[in-house]
């Protein structure tokens, strides 16, 4: 079991994540798109850079929207007995 365990370390995901990414980049390099449909798309790793801070962007307004409409203070449900 602790063979698995390995592969749900945070530094492990991470290392694993940033790979992913740097293979995306590099053959991106190598396999240009045809005809781009816009300036951004002639950038080398244009679209892999694009996914990544998309998904951390998304991450971030996900938890921080979490927070503020279903946080509860701590005391929330003694409050409510209490009336």
């Known amino acids: 079991m602790s063979f698995f365990k390995q ?3 945070a530094s492990f995901l991470k290392k694993a994540m940033y790979t992913v ?3 995306m980049v590099v053959l991106n390099v190598m396999i ?6 816009f300036g951004a798309e002639k950038i080398p790793g ?6 990544v801070v998309v998904a951390v962007l998304l991450a971030r307004l996900a938890k921080g929207a979490a927070h503020t409409f279903l946080g509860k203070d701590l005391d929330f ?7």
């Open 7 to 9: 592969f749900t370390d």
């Open 21 to 23: 990414l740097s293979v």
């Open 32 to 37: 240009l798109p045809p005809h781009p449909h």
């Open 46 to 51: 244009f679209w892999a850079v694009f996914g």
């Open 77 to 83: 449900y003694d409050k409510k007995n209490e009336k």
